[in-house]
């Protein structure tokens, strides 16, 4: 048992790396600390716990990972008046590296639910699919589909058990049920927001300006699925951690469609940089 007047919070707050226990002509009892001596074994001599007992360290090693874990893409959705625009990028990357152009940034949880990934793609790929489960447990046990409220307030619960752990996630969970059309965003600490329009990742803010311009309820779907597209097309021109294939879905009343896949760089040359004023010439 912990001896009295020491809480076991506070033992895990000590930082025990000075003990010194390679010193082979000293008595290690000796050398531990009151709180670690408690937990010895009486039939296994010098018996102490492990390195992970050190919380302090294990929280300045989460500190320095978080300083150089350089990460960016760009996802956004918004609410129309007949359905749910997502639009999202595709590239990977790690500080200046980039790892991969063809990352499928949108988790189909079900039919009628869509989940988009910015942060850590494991973070986001492992807890958006666990909820694909538990949505269809949900519908085993109730014998009807979870709405988008509790599906997003699933992952929101999830993620909050591990709040300062590491994660690294900001996801919108998007669908249609009985109450219309539902947009959510959820990060790693277990936020959990209701709205119309988001933008999660390193090129949101230039994605904001594009449909902060263009966005009205009354879109039609080509409208609004044209407006997603060339909202992320203007944040992978500009933020260097974001491009590769542009993809756009559209969530109806029955169901979520993949409306578009379309590398960045077509786009750029054979649509938008056409429509771009040339240079003035100074001569």
Same mark, same amino acid.
């Given at each position: 048992?912990? @001896?009295? $007047?020491?809480?076991?919070?506070?033992? &895990?707050?000590?930082?025990?790396?000075?003990i010194n226990?390679?010193?082979?002509?000293?008595? &290690?009892?000796?050398?531990? #600390?009151?709180? *670690?001596?408690?937990?010895?074994?009486?039939h296994?001599?010098?018996?102490?716990l492990? #390195?992970?007992?050190?919380? %302090?360290?294990? &929280?300045?090693q @989460?500190?320095?990972?978080?300083?150089s874990?350089?990460k $960016?893409?760009?996802?956004?959705?918004?609410?129309?008046?007949? $359905?749910?625009?997502i639009a999202?990028?595709?590239?990977?990357?790690?500080?200046?590296?980039?790892?991969?152009?063809?990352?499928?940034?949108v988790i189909e949880?079900?039919? =009628?639910l869509?989940?988009?990934?910015?942060g +850590?793609?494991?973070d986001c790929q492992?807890?958006?699919? =666990?909820?694909?489960?538990?949505?269809?447990l949900?519908?085993?046990?109730?014998?009807?589909?979870?709405? !988008?409220?509790?599906?997003?307030?699933?992952?929101?619960n999830?993620v909050?058990?591990?709040?300062?752990y590491?994660?690294?996630?900001g996801?919108?969970?998007a669908?249609?049920?009985h109450?219309?059309p539902?947009?959510?965003? %959820?990060?790693?600490?277990?936020?959990?927001l209701k $709205?119309?329009?988001?933008s999660? +990742?390193?090129?949101?803010?230039?994605a =904001?300006? !594009? *449909?902060?311009?263009?966005?009205? #309820?009354?879109?039609t779907?080509?409208?609004?699925?044209?407006? +997603?597209r060339?909202?992320?097309?203007?944040?992978?021109h500009?933020?260097?951690?974001? +491009?590769?294939?542009?993809?756009? =879905?559209l969530?109806r009343?029955?169901?979520?469609?993949?409306?578009?896949?379309?590398?960045m760089?077509? &786009?750029h040359y054979n %649509?938008y940089?056409k429509?771009k004023?040339?240079?003035?010439?100074l001569?």
């Amino acid at each position: 048992m912990i @001896k009295s $007047g020491k809480s076991f919070s506070s033992i &895990l707050d000590e930082d025990y790396s000075s003990i010194n226990l390679r010193n082979e002509n000293d008595d &290690l009892e000796n050398n531990l #600390p009151m709180e *670690l001596s408690v937990y010895q074994n009486e039939h296994v001599d010098h018996f102490v716990l492990p #390195p992970s007992i050190n919380n %302090v360290g294990f &929280l300045q090693q @989460k500190q320095e990972l978080e300083k150089s874990f350089a990460k $960016g893409t760009t996802t956004l959705g918004f609410v129309f008046n007949k $359905g749910i625009v997502i639009a999202v990028d595709s590239r990977a990357s790690m500080g200046n590296y980039i790892s991969s152009q063809n990352v499928k940034k949108v988790i189909e949880i079900n039919p =009628y639910l869509l989940g988009t990934m910015a942060g +850590g793609a494991a973070d986001c790929q492992f807890w958006e699919r =666990y909820l694909g489960m538990e949505c269809r447990l949900y519908e085993l046990r109730n014998k009807r589909r979870i709405s !988008v409220a509790a599906a997003s307030k699933l992952l929101s619960n999830m993620v909050y058990q591990y709040k300062d752990y590491g994660l690294s996630m900001g996801t919108m969970i998007a669908g249609w049920d009985h109450t219309g059309p539902n947009l959510f965003m %959820v990060d790693n600490d277990g936020t959990r927001l209701k $709205g119309t329009r988001f933008s999660v +990742g390193s090129g949101s803010l230039f994605a =904001y300006g !594009v *449909l902060d311009q263009g966005y009205r #309820p009354d879109l039609t779907e080509e409208e609004a699925c044209e407006l +997603g597209r060339r909202a992320i097309y203007h944040a992978t021109h500009r933020d260097a951690y974001s +491009g590769g294939i542009i993809n756009v =879905y559209l969530i109806r009343e029955d169901g979520w469609t993949k409306i578009s896949s379309t590398d960045m760089n077509e &786009l750029h040359y054979n %649509v938008y940089a056409k429509d771009k004023q040339p240079p003035i010439s100074l001569d």
